[in-house]
């Protein structure tokens, strides 16, 4: 037991010893090492010799710490003196230090606050728990020959929901608006009827109350309702005893169950303010072609978006195999956080790009004053030098003053981050969903400080690298004035990179402003002026029959208000994003491959529709007002359609019928051609579009638009409307009253943003580049005196002179707009998507923009070439 005690506390000493060395860094390992070695060499025993090594450091604990400060206090004084240099050389230069700070801070500025909305819209996760497991489903088909995606039929929900093995929850809903009474005037209300199963996806409890149970999606169960908090606190006072009341909704008492959490909105950023149970009656459960039903669901744990795509395809095969007659073609799984976040997302991502390219252009300014100040410092340096300083000391002394500079910079940067995002909030405040905050968080500050520091290594790494190797012979004999044709070596590509990158954000500037030009008189195919339009919205329980009579009697109550010369309804006004399509069928042809028949959208119109939006009738006859749909089956076809599916043909007399395989009762006559409309505005090709009399069953809905033609201005006319259309029914809301001229305006609401802010920044970047070229040019003025003098007292007159340093300018403006026509032709293709009536690629665009780019840059010029042109040659020589 003793023998076994003694070996058990050696093994501990000895573990204790490997503790102990195995803290110790390698370095103080080496050197105890190396004291251990000679110690034995003395005659010491190896446990003698590495007592009495540990103990020449002062023990393990004092060695550690006397190491530590050995190493690591130097580094520290170092860093602390560089700090103070630092500081006082700023100091000592107050128009170089502004000069980059303000130009740091407009770079960084920017970045900041187009990234707190990017942050707040983009990257920041959906308010749902584990946002990552909700998926969005669509069908895939051929619609009119292309590939789209479409909402789901219900019985294909169905039988996803009993054969998918991926997911936990699927849930069907649909987005539309109800009729809110009650509280005074009836209001119109973003809503969403939805499977119970939506909210146990969804993984949110109710703020009072509770949500929808699954036995309440039947028919008499489904008079009940979840409210928004928002809806809650403003039209219901924030009534805490609200679960259990009544209130009407399309004209029907639904008893308020639930009041959801304040952050809950779903869709997401929807603006839906209500839920009511959705109703699948026995027509909808037997019509799987009936495509109308969006779908949401919720991955099982373990389940990979990937595993789930290839489920659901098997899924979906199966059905097309059982089904062969609806053309299942597939079925897409997409996150829902992607989905909701796209349109958005491209936005933001083209002003952070333009953001970018500012935030280049500072630092470029700044790299080049700072490659001229090193210039003017080479004997300082190269005093330094021959002093014993090292390659990394100087790197690291000018390194720490461009950190100074970027943290000033960063500073002033969050200052402005935060006007410049109150500007950004104000321009857009009509393109951003409520109910999200946008402001400047952790995050967002992280993300300054982060591009603060690349902006300091951005700006003063290279050069600091650059001018670590002095020669110090030429240096000491300062001769910083020979060093000029080095000197221009090195600003000229800074020159032309910012020349480069400026010239990109004047071409973007330029074509978006002139698709706002060409908006102006861009051909929608109607005329906008003096029109008026506003929604109107029918409870939901009138019949088609009893919606197309409220409607007749809106036309003609709105037609004797004086001021108003034309009035008619619409199921969707021009220039609008929503859809409403069907294929069709053509009398007389054979049928086309399944995916392929002709498709149109399909418009139900009152008969001085075409009139009253100006729309021009190109052959045939329009509508008369004896026609209904049920009496008379006639249709009109607009241009595009005519061309497309009759083409060398006239079609008026033609026959067509909704759907594929109709019989002949449901043929309809074309009896007029009318001229094409952008309906989904000016950016969008104009489809076929098909316009069917008023009261057609499917096509005239509950909500439908009411388009005014007035002699007058529309405002003047519009409470008198207002009050018209309450008159006839207090159940029916009015909403969405606007002119065509702001229909019009609100389709390129995106161009007109980014219009706007990409001005801005091109504004701001040709100060910059402006700036950067007059600094380096006085640079290269300054560092060529010598060559300046020689040439004039050879003879060279002062015009002489201006024109050699002009034309130095001019050939590096030159470089730099080849460059940024390179640039901006492979990357102004994200433009497309913004730009009305001219393409991404306009060679107008692009030539004015870079004559107007290289104008900037020869007047930046100007000024440092009249100096050379002034230098004295007596003065210049004599510093040989």
């Not at 002394?397 to 969050?414: D, K, M, N, R």
Request: positive net charge.
């Amino acid at each position: 037991m003793t023998r076994m005690a003694i070996f058990l506390s050696r093994l501990a000493a000895l573990l204790r010893r490997r503790s102990i060395e195995g803290e110790l860094d390698d370095e103080l390992r080496f050197h105890l090492q190396m004291e251990t070695e000679e110690n034995i060499r003395r005659g010491m025993s190896v446990e003698e010799a590495r007592y009495a090594a540990r103990r020449s450091f002062g023990g393990i604990e004092q060695t550690r710490e006397a190491w530590r400060d050995r190493r690591f206090l130097p580094q520290v004084d170092a860093w602390v003196r560089d700090l103070r240099q630092g500081a006082r050389m700023l100091a000592r230069s107050p128009l170089f230090t502004a000069f980059a700070v303000v130009s740091l801070a407009l770079g960084i500025g920017a970045n900041t606050a187009i990234f707190t909305v990017l942050h707040a819209l983009v990257l920041r996760p959906l308010p749902y728990p584990e946002p990552q497991g909700l998926m969005k489903l669509w069908e895939t088909s051929m619609w009119g020959g292309q590939a789209c995606w479409t909402p789901a039929s219900v019985p294909n929900l169905l039988d996803w929901r009993e054969q998918n093995r991926a997911f936990q929850e699927i849930a069907g809903f649909t987005v539309g608006g109800v009729n809110l009474a009650g509280h005074g005037e009836t209001l119109r209300v973003p809503a969403s009827r939805v499977e119970a199963q939506l909210f146990p996806a969804l993984r949110v409890r109710p703020f009072l109350g509770r949500t929808i149970l699954l036995e309440e999606n039947a028919a008499g169960r489904d008079l009940v309702v979840v409210l928004s908090y928002g809806l809650w606190e403003r039209r219901f006072g924030a009534d805490p005893a609200i679960v259990g009341q009544t209130v009407a909704i399309d004209g029907a008492a639904h008893t308020v169950i639930g009041v959801m959490p304040p952050s809950f909105q779903f869709p997401p950023r929807s603006g839906v303010e209500l839920w009511t149970p959705i109703i699948f009656n026995q027509y909808t459960r037997a019509a799987r072609g009936n495509h109308w039903l969006e779908v949401i669901a919720r991955l099982k744990p373990g389940v990979s978006l990937t595993a789930a795509q290839q489920q659901m395809d098997a899924v979906a095969h199966r059905l097309g195999q059982q089904y062969p007659e609806h053309r299942i073609q597939g079925l897409l799984v997409q996150p829902l956080d992607g989905e909701t976040k796209q349109g958005t997302a491209r936005v933001l991502l083209v002003l952070f790009g333009a953001a970018g390219l500012v935030l280049l252009l500072a630092c470029g300014n700044v790299a080049h004053l700072v490659l001229a100040r090193i210039a003017g410092r080479r004997r300082e340096l190269a005093v330094r030098i021959a002093l014993g300083a090292g390659r990394w000391g100087i790197v690291r002394l000018l390194l720490t003053e461009s950190l100074l500079l970027a943290a000033a910079g960063g500073t002033a940067g969050y200052f402005a981050a935060r006007q410049a995002l109150h500007l950004l909030l104000t321009l857009a405040a009509d393109r951003l969903p409520d109910g999200i905050p946008i402001q400047i968080d952790a995050a967002v500050l992280g993300f300054c400080i982060l591009i603060s520091l690349f902006s300091a290594l951005l700006a003063g790494l290279i050069p600091a690298i650059r001018n670590s190797r002095i020669d110090l012979q030429s240096a000491l004999k300062d001769a910083a004035i020979s060093g000029g044709g080095a000197l221009r070596r090195r600003l000229s590509p800074l020159m032309v990179g910012e020349v480069a990158l400026a010239l990109v954000l004047v071409i973007g500037a330029l074509l978006l402003l002139g698709s706002l030009r060409n908006l102006d008189r861009f051909d929608m195919g109607f005329r906008p002026e003096r029109v008026l339009t506003m929604k109107l919205a029918v409870p939901e329980t009138w019949t088609v029959a009893q919606s197309t009579v409220f409607y007749r009697q809106a036309i003609e109550k709105a037609r004797a208000i004086p001021g108003v010369s034309r009035a008619a309804v619409i199921n969707l006004v021009p220039v609008q994003s929503s859809h409403t399509g069907s294929v069709f069928t053509i009398d007389g042809r054979e049928p086309p491959p399944p995916g392929y028949e002709p498709a149109a959208e399909i418009r139900a119109i009152s008969p001085e529709y075409f009139q009253a939006m100006g729309i021009p009738l190109v052959a045939g006859r329009s509508f008369r007002p004896d026609e209904l749909p049920d009496q008379w089956r006639v249709a009109l076809i607009n241009r595009y359609a005519a061309e497309q599916y009759f083409p060398n043909e006239d079609p008026v007399g033609k026959r067509i019928a909704y759907g594929t395989g109709s019989g002949r009762e449901d043929w309809r006559t074309i009896v007029g051609v009318v001229g094409n409309v952008r309906e989904a505005g000016a950016q969008s090709p104009v489809p076929a579009v098909i316009y069917s009399p008023l009261g057609h069953p499917v096509w005239t809905s509950t909500t439908m638009s009411l388009v005014l033609r007035t002699s007058v201005e529309p405002a003047a006319v519009t409470g008198m409307v207002r009050r018209g259309m309450r008159e006839l029914s207090p159940d029916a809301a009015v909403f969405l009253v606007r002119t065509m001229d702001q229909v019009v305006a609100d389709s390129a609401a995106d161009t007109r943003l980014l219009s706007g802010l990409l001005a801005i920044f091109s504004a701001v970047a040709l100060v910059l580049a402006a700036v950067g070229v007059y600094g380096v040019m006085s640079h290269q003025v300054l560092q060529s005196t010598q060559e300046i003098g020689v040439r004039m007292a050879l003879g060279a007159n002062r015009s002489g002179m201006l024109r050699m340093v002009c034309s130095r300018g001019l050939q590096n403006a030159l470089a730099g707009t080849a460059l940024g026509l390179g640039w901006a032709t492979l990357t102004n293709g994200a433009m497309q998507h913004y730009v009305i009536g001219m393409k991404a690629i306009d060679a107008e665009t692009y030539l004015a923009a870079a004559l107007g780019t290289v104008a900037v840059a020869l007047g930046a010029s100007l000024l440092p070439a009249w100096r050379a042109s002034r230098v004295d040659p007596a003065v210049a020589l004599r510093t040989e």
